[in-house]
């Protein structure tokens, strides 16, 4: 049985189709109902989603150019599986993204961002004390997103967007350990304090050890499938 939560689901209106499709099968992907691997069903897709064929075959293109999909000649398409070696270097360059982000975003964020930032944060605080995973990491990434756009560098945010997609199954996934999570909380509050004192240095260290932390939490879990004999 899978420990990780059912995604919610949503039938699919005719407008935006494509951009839906793939939020909501992004959204599969992170939350662990497609986990790495995982040959996608097209029919059974069709169904969950609302969608025909074609508008779903589009979005696995877009996914597949995101790093998330790969297709397979005359094979469909599955969920692509990073190696313990590409988690590692993808966190590593994301921690370089996330900390030059917040050390601009210290510069030139302003005060309504700042309030806004606070209020997700006491809204993640509130879902993290319920339990509440899925609805978390919303939060956290919307805080994580509008750090990135405070930095006001679309040369950076283009490469973060690209880049920090490959693995947000696997932040989502870190939180699974409640003592990392806990810890996950603590950083935040650390992160929102250092952005209204706007202290870049400080914010560039605790963007920097934020992600790094969550590299080990993934190579740890790798490692544990392995020992398992789950991990393909």
């Known amino acids: 049985m899978s420990q990780f939560p059912k995604p919610h689901l949503v039938l699919i209106k005719p407008q935006g189709l494509h951009k839906l499709v793939v939020e909501q099968i992004q959204q599969m992907i992170i939350e662990g109902a497609l ?13 969950k989603l609302g969608v025909s064929r074609t508008p779903l075959r589009e979005a696995l293109k ?5 790093g998330l ?8 398409a599955a969920v ?8 590692a270097e993808t966190f590593e360059m994301i921690s370089h993204l996330e900390s030059m982000a917040g050390e601009l975003a210290c510069a030139r964020i302003t005060d309504p961002e700042i309030s806004e930032i606070r209020a997700l944060h006491f809204e993640m605080l509130a879902c993290h004390a319920r339990r509440d995973l899925p609805a978390y990491y919303r939060s956290n990434q919307q805080i994580h997103d509008l750090i990135n756009r405070a930095a006001r560098n679309e040369v950076l945010r283009e490469i973060y967007m690209t880049v920090n997609s490959r693995v947000k199954a696997l932040r989502f996934s870190s939180n699974l350990d409640r003592d990392r999570w806990d ?6 509050t650390t992160m929102v304090e250092a952005l209204e004192a706007r202290d870049g240095k400080r914010l560039a260290a605790i963007l920097a050890s934020h992600v790094l932390s969550k590299r080990d939490a993934a190579l740890i879990t790798i490692d544990a499938r392995k020992l398992e004999g789950t991990d393909g």
């Not at 999909?69 to 469909?76: D, H, K, S, Y």
């Open 35 to 47: 986990a790495p691997g995982t040959r996608l069903n097209e029919r059974m897709l069709c169904e």
């Open 62 to 66: 877009i996914l597949a150019a995101l």
């Open 69 to 76: 999909v790969e297709l397979l000649p005359n094979r469909g």
């Open 80 to 87: 692509v599986q990073l190696s313990a070696k590409d988690i």
């Open 183 to 188: 810890a996950a909380v603590r950083e935040h």
